[in-house]
């Protein structure tokens, strides 16, 4: 795998001249190397060391080649027709995945076994853990993380990153469950076993809080083995007194602890708070 990532970091330094490194044919043949080992799961953007985010940007250098080696092409399906330069992933029988008429992933995405896809769309560069389901009208942008056994409630954002290569993608741990209309963007990270109450907006700016203390947690981080859910903070100005998001722990839970959906409910109704 170094000899790939040299190779694709000498197209890189000449993307706006590659004929001067290589014929565009062997850059091509390169990089498709680069993201069918992204779309097979022998390699990922980022990863989780040590509790930091260490993303690989070869790879999403890679990303950023295919586009400019791809040519627009017609794609039907059925009574569907789509103009595209990345084609669709195939063989979801064979990956054992499950796709729901109307689910569509991108070539460059990784589906593990077990994953789950109602009709929702994962992009490139995005790796989706064995038994996740991936719900109704939810999005997994490129390059996100998504951890094993999440379940990414109806209408979840979760947002996208390429450029620059160096900016780390949203990260979501394992066992964790994003509620209903959540958006989750902008390099934000979700720790494991999380359950984020619905329509909570966490991007890497917004405040996380501890409900019994009050104190800040960090930014854009929701802790491992937690309920969180979203409220708002006070903040005066010029024009009056507003109501700024913020995300609120409003529960710790064991390490490994798990709701039945019931439980859960009771949970976030203490908090007048909608799952």
């Known amino acids: 795998m170094n000899d790939l990532e040299q190779r694709i970091g000498e197209l890189w330094e000449h993307r706006d001249d590659i004929g001067a490194v290589l014929p565009e044919g062997e850059a091509r043949t390169i990089v498709h190397e680069a993201i069918d080992l992204l779309d097979h799961g022998g390699a990922r953007v980022a990863e989780m060391h040590d509790g930091e985010v260490v993303v690989h940007q070869w790879l999403k250098q890679a990303i950023l080649l295919l586009f400019r080696l791809s040519t627009m092409e017609t794609i039907e ?19 054992g995945v ?43 942008g490129s390059c996100a993380q998504i951890g094993a056994r999440v379940h ?14 160096q900016a780390a993608p949203v990260m979501v741990g394992d066992d964790t469950m994003i509620g209903s209309r959540c958006i989750v963007a902008d390099g934000a990270r ?3 076993g999380v359950v984020l109450g619905a329509g909570c907006i966490l991007t890497s700016t917004i405040p996380v809080i501890d409900a019994e203390s009050g104190r800040e947690l960090s930014r854009g981080v929701v802790p491992d083995w937690c309920v969180a859910v979203t409220a708002t903070r006070p903040r005066s100005f010029a024009g009056g007194d507003f109501g700024l998001p913020c995300v609120l ?27």
Request: aromatic content about 6%; overall charge negative; proline content about 7%.
């Open 152 to 165: 990414l409630s109806g209408g979840v954002g979760i947002g996208g990153v390429l450029e620059p290569p």
């Open 249 to 275: 722990v409003v529960k710790r839970l064991a390490e490994g602890e798990r709701h039945e959906k019931s439980r859960l409910n009771d949970i976030l109704r203490d908090h007048n708070v909608a799952t």
């Open 77 to 95: 399906l059925g009574p569907f027709e789509y103009a595209d330069k990345i084609p669709l992933k195939r063989d979801y029988a064979a990956a």
């Open 98 to 140: 499950r796709a729901v008429p109307g689910a569509n992933a991108r070539w460059g995405s990784y589906l593990a076994p077990g994953v789950v896809l109602m009709p929702s769309y994962v992009n490139i560069g995005a790796h989706v853990g064995e038994d996740t389901m991936v719900d109704t009208w939810a999005t997994v």
């Open 190 to 192: 979700v720790g494991e």
